[in-house]
């Protein structure tokens, strides 16, 4: 796992900012080396002036990346570039901003060649403040885009008020509760929150919001803003968002001394988390999980777990899109750490009751022979 280059897709619909963030990563001096393959070499306007040297298809630029071109088979490309490993430091692929950014990642996970030198880092949405809100209506392409994101840039926040920089937030809540959010203009944020962000480290969000999953395993939906708790004190990281239960379309207001947040829950994506503080059984676990990834993948669009396996030492770790799962051992527990498991699965029309009741035999079972 250590040694896989980390992979980051950039998303988002039509004028968010992406060719903005992709020119920032070509030409800023940023001291790292990226391998940046976009749609079309000519689209996104690279000075000529940058590229030192080119050949068909990709193009090395003067502050150390590389661009390439998909213009034929992306895992093509991916190949090509691992030909010339050692040049680039991890990969950025952009999708067109009409994608639905699934086949994109799932790239990541079926082909093996792929999958052994490589590893889905995060995908990075960019989502335009003024015109998301009526791209969210009329664009199913532009809500999963949304809803697949490890990583949203809400960009072009200077041209909208107050108010509906809050409500469009809310919106993107209510599709996903769990990706970390930024604000920003012209897309100038900086890339080290945009990569290599390992994919979509659950303890990431609790270390903004500890109280992010609620004890009962779903995500609180409490109407009390979590931080008028006495003594808690908002990081500067923290954009103030939280999750909550998407069972039905409706408001939650939520005040602090600081913000006001209105979560405008979506009638189409849903989000379903659920906990266990201990181990799961694996042979029960894992067939339960690949079958019901198998079964509904379909409405699946992402999934992602940190989960404590019973006699493992070490954390198994997995994400999915749609029917493809991808999951391995990755850093033993810490002293310190509670060994919890938690999964997260954002799609449409979800079967929450299920997903509950099938992950709860994995760990029943586990605690009754744990007994014997």
């Known amino acids: 796992m250590g040694n896989k280059i980390p992979v980051t897709v950039i998303t988002g619909y039509l004028g968010a900012g992406k060719t903005t963030l992709l020119n920032r990563i070509l030409s800023e001096p940023h001291g790292r080396r990226y391998a940046v393959i976009v ?59 009409l994608a639905d950014p699934a086949p994109v990642a799932q790239t990541f996970f079926v082909d093996a060649d792929v999958k052994d030198a490589a590893r889905l880092d995060a995908v990075v949405t960019l989502a335009d403040a ?15 885009q949304i809803a ?9 926040i200077d041209l909208v008020t107050q108010a509906e920089l809050s ?7 209510g599709i996903n509760p769990y990706a970390i959010l930024h604000r920003s203009v012209k897309a100038n944020v900086p890339l080290n929150v945009l990569l290599d962000q390992n994919a979509f480290d659950l303890e990431r969000i609790l270390k903004l919001e500890p109280r992010f999953l609620a004890q009962d395993g779903s995500i609180s939906n409490q109407h009390d803003h979590p931080h008028q708790e006495e003594g808690h004190q908002c990081g500067e990281a923290c ?11 409706e408001h939650h207001h939520h005040t602090s001394g600081h913000d ?8 189409e994506i849903q989000s379903v988390s659920v906990r ?6 694996p042979e029960l676990f894992i067939p339960w999980l690949n079958d019901y990834v198998q079964r509904e993948g379909a409405d699946i669009l992402r999934c992602k777990g940190i ?24 850093r033993e527990w810490r002293e310190d750490e509670k060994q919890e498991s938690r999964l997260v699965f954002i799609g449409r029309n979800l079967k929450e009751a299920e997903i509950r009741k099938g992950f709860a035999a994995t760990h029943e079972s586990s605690a009754e022979q744990s007994a014997e």
């Open 148 to 156: 697949f994101a490890d990583v949203i840039v809400l960009n072009k």
């Open 239 to 249: 954009d103030h968002a939280h999750g909550h239960d998407h069972t039905a379309p």
């Open 260 to 267: 006001h947040l209105e979560v405008i829950h979506d009638t």
């Open 276 to 281: 266990h503080q201990g181990a799961v059984n």
């Open 130 to 144: 003024k015109f998301l809100s009526q791209r969210l209506k009329d664009a199913p392409e532009a809500k999963s």
């Open 167 to 173: 409500e469009v937030e809310a919106r993107i809540r």
């Open 307 to 330: 989960v404590a396996l019973k006699n493992e030492p070490k954390r198994f770790v997995f994400q999915g899109v749609h029917m493809i799962l991808d999951g391995d051992l990755q």
């Open 39 to 97: 749609n079309e070499f000519g689209e996104i306007g690279i000075d000529n002036d940058l590229v030192v040297d080119a050949d068909e298809e990709i193009f090395e630029m003067n502050n150390g990346c590389i661009c390439c071109t998909v213009r034929g088979d992306l895992i093509r490309i991916i190949e090509g570039l691992m030909r010339r490993r050692g040049k680039f430091d991890a990969i950025i692929v952009e999708t067109t901003g």
